[in-house]
């Protein structure tokens, strides 16, 4: 959905001598009579205009955040695994074969989410 534009304005040389002049004499009145022989606003393109802008940012805003969340996702997601002992008995990322002295919620070197079963005797 498009609109045309509900602003439309139509001045010359002489218009703009008389707005200069005007500025120079403070009479705001007359420069607002001035201004509105130049300028046009059909209130119902505006109101399209505005109401189509909206839109568009809450397209633009829902496309955004949507995009944010993804992005999120893939640059915080972790695996996830349970870590293994190497042949030291320490305990070893799966994903990354790092070695650690403890048993941690997380792989210290990759960053991936780590579940420890206690070893039952």
Not at 43 to 72: M, P, S, T
Request: charged share 25%.
């Amino acid at each position: 959905m498009s609109y045309k534009s509900p602003i439309s304005i139509f001045y010359d040389d002489d218009f703009m001598l008389k707005v200069a002049s005007q500025l120079q004499e403070h009479n705001e009145m007359h420069i607002m009579a001035q201004i509105n022989q130049y300028v046009s606003v059909d209130k119902e393109e505006l109101i399209k205009a505005l109401n189509y802008d909206r839109q568009q940012y809450e397209k633009g805003y829902q496309e955004g955040h949507i995009d944010g969340v993804l992005q999120a996702e893939k640059l915080y997601a972790r695996p996830q695994g349970e870590w293994i002992l190497n042949k030291d008995e320490n305990p070893e990322c799966p994903f990354c074969h790092h070695s650690f002295t403890y048993w941690g919620n997380f792989c210290g070197n990759c960053g991936a989410a780590m579940t420890h079963q206690e070893v039952q005797e």
